[in-house]
């Protein structure tokens, strides 16, 4: 009888913890992913790399990867809770962040160039020389806050001496090679677009246009075993895109609208893209300078009246998840050679 019970517990108790495993394999599988399919580098190269091979499968995820035209879609899947996960830059997390449970787990690092640009024929050839002038950049994106700085460390008065006005980023560019507006504040691939064209010239430009990796705070809290493997995916899709440009940089240019080539130059100002050749190489962990560009946004924002209250963005920041995935990344094994691309 005695053993009959012990028989019983023991059964009960490999009951559970196959009733655990199952809920700890199921809880492992499932994530949705929104990317930039065109306007934005790095992200939307990652993203492909994510869409189009087995890097997810092969860390144990049954992903959806969707892929957005516009930064602002994607923050309104996030709200609805139709993703999980948003490759964004980093004016699009300071935003949710101000309205939604979420944090940023980690940066790919720059997504290229943000540069305040001029008609090539154009007379002015310092920002000092914009006064009395229009100036077009896209408000609440990441372009904004730099294209007032530019304006103030002139010593120009914004509203005052330059008119900074909200244009979309496709009718921005239109606009400037009409000559309708003075200057534009745009980013990579469109400057070097400008640039290669001989339409418009560089006046300034700030090479580190951050990315964010941003995840809703309900999947990080039902998740976060998810979360870690889905990161050692990033890790690793990062390295395949740091080995395969002329794939990878195809793949992005048939949804941007614009050459690999392009892709490529405006790419090249992202450390892992242009230096990667192991998966130490790729270091996926948000650092100072991510963290006061999101805090210098934030305060922008407010004194802007773009929001009314600052952006918690330092407190909705957890770097717990991609510092287990790179230690998970590195003590295992990935070549970059054996990643199958998917049929189409």
């Known amino acids: 009888m005695k053993s009959f019970v012990r028989l019983l517990a023991v059964s009960a108790l490999v009951s559970v913890a196959a009733a655990a495993c199952g809920a700890a394999s199921a809880e492992g599988n499932r994530i949705r992913i929104g990317y930039p399919s065109a306007g934005a580098l790095i992200n939307g190269q990652v993203g492909t790399v994510l869409a189009n091979t087995d890097i997810l499968e092969k860390n144990g995820l049954a992903a959806e990867v ?6 602002s879609q994607m923050q309104e899947a996030l709200l609805a809770g139709k993703i999980d996960i948003a490759l964004t830059s980093e004016a699009n997390f300071v935003n949710l962040a101000a309205k939604f449970p979420c944090k940023m787990i980690a940066t790919l690092g720059s997504a290229g160039r943000i540069a305040i640009m001029v008609r090539e024929d154009s007379p002015v050839k310092k920002v000092e020389e914009l006064k009395g002038k229009t100036v077009a950049t896209v408000f609440g ?9 530019w304006v103030l460390k002139a010593g120009l008065s914004p509203g005052k001496d330059v008119q900074v006005v909200h244009m979309a980023a496709a009718e921005g560019r239109a606009a400037l090679v009409k000559g309708d507006i003075d200057a534009i504040v745009i980013w990579d691939p469109f400057v070097e677009d400008f640039v290669q064209k001989k339409a418009a010239r560089v006046l300034d430009a700030n090479p580190s246009f951050f990315t964010t990796t941003v995840a809703s705070a309900e999947f990080l809290k039902n998740s976060p075993q998810t979360a ?26 048939k949804t941007m609208g614009v050459s690999a080539g392009l892709i490529d130059k405006g790419s090249s100002y992202n450390a892992a893209y242009s230096k ?17 560009r999101l805090e210098q946004i934030a305060h922008f924002n407010v004194t802007s009246k773009l929001l009314k209250e600052r952006s918690p963005v330092k407190e909705n920041t957890d770097v717990s998840f991609v510092k287990a995935a790179r230690a998970k990344a590195l003590a295992g094994r990935f070549d970059p050679a054996g990643v199958t691309i998917k049929e189409k």
Request: proline share 5%; hydrophobic share 50%.
């Open 66 to 71: 969707v892929p957005f035209l516009y930064g």
């Open 141 to 149: 994106t990441s372009a904004h806050y730099p294209a007032v700085q």
């Open 228 to 253: 870690v493997k889905f990161l050692v995916a990033l890790q690793q899709a990062a390295l395949y895109m740091a080995r395969n440009h002329a794939l990878v940089n195809g793949w992005l240019a």
């Open 276 to 292: 990667a050749r192991r998966l130490g190489d790729i270091d996926l962990v948000p650092g100072q300078d991510l963290t006061l």
